[in-house]
């Protein structure tokens, strides 16, 4: 088993979940995150003043896959959230040596289903 963390554009969200559907992924986690990198962050103007937006809106996703489903599945992060300019985000794959179903106590890819 694989995790998979995707920090992508928010915008870029629905066209994520719609591919990830579509190679069957049933389930992931989304959080609101800031953060930078190459992009260094922007300046704004509010009011006539001009301030330095550091860290940018980010959406991370999370997503426990089978090894054998994970080229599909960071094929698809990668088709959907890409937009060709820098700030396009970054995939992360870890291993997971375990995952256990609290309901009924099942643990091994059976839990992914």
Known sequence: MKKVEAIIKPFKLDEVKEALSEVGVQGLTVTEVKGFGR?????????????????????KLEIVVTDE?????????????????????????????????????????????
Not at 39 to 59: D, M, N, S, T
């Open 39 to 59: 992009q260094k962050g922007h300046k704004e103007l509010y009011r006539g003043a001009e301030y330095v937006v550091e860290f940018l809106p980010k959406v």
């Open 69 to 113: 489903k994970l080229k599909e599945v960071v094929e698809a992060i990668t088709k959907a959230a890409s937009t060709g300019r820098i700030g396009d985000g970054k995939i992360f794959v870890s291993p997971i040596e375990e995952a256990i179903r609290i309901r009924t106590g099942e643990s091994g890819d059976i839990v992914l289903s």
